[in-house]
């Protein structure tokens, strides 16, 4: 009998290996698995280990030793004189010599052994596979439920995987639903074209993040920040509801201003319903060492522009109120209409829901706001309606206000910051 072992990556390997070298009669003896340091030191590298046996009758070893087993079995005759006759001896009759049973060919049943060892071993490969394939369809079972929930119903998401997941993603971030697919779509196309198939279901999934990024950024609107020119005064006004936070986004721009940029600034308050709000004005002013005025009037306001015309920057600031409030709107337009060449940012906040942040703009697109200002970025961890804002009121955005530090919480808005928030770059959570 011959013994050997047997290292594969696999059973099935190890058995197809077993058959090539040692036929098809040889049987197994045992099997185990044992981990290997793979090369160079990288890691861990699973064997299976397989012992087999053949027995080896055609070997002269064994057929001498048959022959001399033979030999045994023979009587010794040579040398020896016949036996007398006996006449007198009547013959008896003789049973009929029964041969020995023929010795039980095990071969047949050691290669079916040996095939049901290997059909478990590929069963077991097949569980593997298996496993791996329904563990993601029970990952895209969750998806879809969640997707469903989110109100997009599952036959409308004609979407290959890598952008089925990205798609989760952004709803999950409070991209509408409407809006996430036509921007996966997009992405999709547009991949298709530049790879020139047809086959979706091939996309890779890091690369339809990387381009569905610049998609999103492409519908982004960005403005400049405040320009200033030297021998001009430029004039901005900040409207939008309570609690946004306008004044400190004013005090934010004049810092920055009069400390990065060593320009003249004053600062003009309109909102004389919240005493607070000018405590806090004037205290940001006592700090920056710039000058305040309060206009209760128009007159007021015209007077403060004419005095104050050796500023390059003149920051107003204006109540907050409610958005449904047109009286107190018409009378701040009023205001605004005196100053023709003042941009005007609509200040909202990013932890605002995405229906009232529409309606928000709506209603104060009669002050003719030039441009938008997202604060609160620090307050939320979903960022989807400033995307839903921008791509419904189409005004560009100047600034993001991620904190309430004087001036460092004030970022200039780019489209790639904003494509950060709504879908983070791989392995960014």
């Known amino acids: 009998m011959r013994v050997k072992t047997f290292e594969a990556a696999t059973m099935q390997e190890a058995l197809d290996t077993v058959k090539r070298e040692m036929g098809e009669e040889a049987f197994i003896l045992s099997t185990k698995t044992r981990k290997k340091t793979a090369a160079l030191g990288m890691g861990e590298q699973t064997l299976i280990e397989v012992t087999a046996a053949v027995d080896e009758v055609g070997s002269p070893v064994l057929a001498k030793a048959a022959g001399a087993e033979e030999m045994k079995r023979e009587p010794l005759t040579y040398g020896l004189r016949p036996p007398l006759e006996t006449p007198a001896a009547k013959p008896t009759p003789t049973k009929p010599s029964t041969p020995p049973p023929a010795p039980m060919d095990l071969q047949p049943i050691r290669r079916e052994l040996l095939e049901i060892k290997g059909a478990v071993a590929a069963l077991k490969d097949q569980d593997t596979r298996n496993g791996a394939i329904l563990r993601e369809l029970d990952q895209m079972k969750a998806m879809l439920?969640?997707?469903?929930?989110?109100?997009?119903?599952?036959?409308?998401?004609?979407?290959?995987?890598?952008?089925?997941?990205?798609?989760?993603?952004?709803?999950?971030?409070?991209?509408?639903?409407?809006?996430?697919?036509r921007l996966c779509e997009f992405t999709q196309r547009a991949l298709l074209d530049q790879e020139g198939h047809e086959d979706s279901l091939s996309l890779d999934s890091e690369k339809a993040r990387l381009y569905l990024r610049r998609v999103i950024a492409d519908f982004i609107p960005i403005s400049s920040p405040i320009q200033l020119e030297p021998g001009r005064t430029q004039v901005a006004a900040l409207v939008g509801p309570t609690g946004v936070g306008k004044t400190t986004t004013l005090a934010k721009l004049a810092a920055y201003a009069q400390l990065h940029l060593k320009q003249k600034v004053a600062l003009i308050t309109l909102d004389t319903y919240r005493l607070a709000a000018v405590d806090q004005l004037q205290e940001y002013a006592r700090i920056l060492q710039v000058p305040l005025h309060v206009a209760l009037t128009v007159e007021d306001l015209r007077s403060a522009l004419r005095f104050y015309q050796d500023r390059s920057l003149v920051l107003i600031d204006t109540p907050g109120h409610s958005p449904k409030d047109e009286e107190v709107l018409r009378q701040l337009r009023g205001f605004l209409d005196e100053l023709p060449l003042c941009e005007t940012h609509l200040v909202l906040s990013a932890t605002t829901k995405p229906r009232d942040l529409t309606e928000i703009a709506q209603r104060y697109d009669v002050?003719?706001?030039?441009?938008?200002?997202?604060?609160?970025?620090?307050?939320?961890?979903?960022?989807?309606p400033i995307l839903g804002t921008l791509v419904r009121v189409k005004k560009p955005l100047s600034y993001l206000g991620t904190g309430q530090e004087v001036p460092e919480a004030l970022e200039m808005a780019t489209s790639r910051r904003v494509a950060d928030l709504i879908l983070p770059a791989q392995g960014v959570a």
Do not use: C, H, W
């Open 145 to 181: 439920g969640r997707l469903q929930k989110q109100g997009m119903p599952p036959s409308q998401l004609q979407l290959p995987p890598a952008l089925l997941g990205l798609y989760g993603d952004l709803v999950a971030n409070d991209v509408e639903p409407l809006l996430a697919l």
């Open 367 to 384: 002050l003719k706001p030039s441009r938008l200002i997202f604060t609160k970025l620090d307050e939320t961890s979903t960022y989807g």
